[in-house]
T-cell receptor
């Protein structure tokens, strides 16, 4: 049962354009969502997060949008740069006894072409 | 650099053996999480410790165990190793925030069981 899904295994974008990475979830108890970036042979690097009480959070070139009714979140990167090429994971956590435990999607490989 | 350290970076061992992976959290973080990333699966939550106490368990095998010491570093013990245990093992540490916990990951230990 995959509670967090990233349906696009890969995305290719031209430098300077917008990258949009998508994530869907099924567990309505999730109330905190995070995006991580991962290079090969390195640990995931935290990018940006959003609480379920918000629908948008922005940090520099990165914006995360949350649509709770659709159980969908997206990460927008504008403008995209070649250094953004990496695997992007969305993750979610719920409160209660699951507090802090992250459930990850399978990842999307982003390639930004110069 | 996330501030989370893991040793060793690489580990090659044989089936049936036992290994210990070590993690030092960021200064001040009380929580340590362990995750496994194998080729055919994404990041899977194994176990969570908070200030020396086990808080939550995921799909952690009985052959695996962990502990968190008074200085807050953590060790993940893997015993009776099988070929399928070959994977990347990450630890993360976190501190609670206003909306949820943001986890910061170490560089990982790559385990190869031959």
């Amino acid at each position: 049962d995959q509670q967090v899904k990233q349906n696009s295994p890969s995305l290719s974008v031209q430098e300077g354009r917008i990258s949009i990475l998508n994530c869907d979830y099924t567990n309505s108890m999730f109330d905190y969502f995070l995006w991580y970036k991962k290079y090969p042979a390195e640990g995931p690097t935290f990018l940006i997060s959003i609480s379920s009480i918000k629908d948008k959070n922005e940090d520099g070139r990165f914006t995360v949008f949350l649509n709770k009714s659709a159980k969908h979140l997206s990460l927008h990167i504008v403008p995209s740069q070649p250094g953004d090429s990496a695997v992007y994971f969305c993750a979610a956590s719920a409160g209660g006894t699951s507090y802090g435990k992250l459930t990850f999607g399978q990842g999307t490989i982003l390639t930004v072409h110069p | 650099d996330s501030g989370v350290t893991q040793t060793p970076k690489h580990l090659i061992t044989a089936t049936g053996q036992r290994v210990t992976l070590r993690c030092s959290p960021r200064s001040g973080d009380l929580s340590v999480y362990w995750y496994q990333q194998s080729l055919d699966q994404g990041l899977q939550f194994l176990i969570h410790y908070y200030n020396g106490e086990e808080r939550a368990k995921g799909n952690i095998l009985e052959r695996f165990s962990a502990q968190q010491f008074p200085d807050l570093h953590s060790e993940l013990n893997l015993s009776s190793l099988e070929l399928g245990d070959s994977a990347l093992y990450f630890c993360a540490s976190s501190a609670p925030g206003p909306y949820g916990e943001t986890q910061y990951f170490g560089p990982g230990t790559r385990l190869l069981v031959l």
